[in-house]
């Protein structure tokens, strides 16, 4: 999965992908690319909502780790997450 539009703020971008992979409502996903060197989420999913935890290395040595919470859509037969920051730290 990618990105195709972003905050303002945000470092994810177009060139970040993301694999997923779910266990009954269990969700992860590790993802790279852009300026993300590393970067892992573990979550829950309720219904039509994705609430997570994630974990990042930026390829110029910061971190970044926080909460968010995803609106989940079908669209066109694929999925889509509409994400809400929830707060972050940088390191």
Same mark, same amino acid.
């Given at each position: 999965?990618?990105? /195709?539009? +972003? ?16 266990? !009954?409502? /269990? $969700? ?7 300026? /993300?060197? %590393?970067?892992?989420? $573990? ?7 994705? $609430? ?7 390829? !110029?040595? %910061? ?7 995803? !609106? $989940? ?5 694929? /999925? +889509? ?11």
């Amino acid at each position: 999965m990618n990105v /195709i539009e +972003r905050a303002g703020n945000g470092v994810v971008n177009q060139s970040t992908i993301f694999t997923f992979s779910q266990t !009954d409502h /269990i $969700v992860s996903a590790a993802y790279s690319g852009g300026q /993300i060197l %590393k970067g892992f989420l $573990v979550g829950t999913l309720h219904q039509d909502k994705l $609430v997570f935890s994630y974990c990042q290395l930026q390829t !110029d040595g %910061k971190m970044d780790n926080g909460n968010s919470e995803c !609106d $989940v859509f079908l669209h066109n037969g694929k /999925i +889509r997450l509409v994400e809400h920051f929830l707060g972050f730290q940088k390191w």
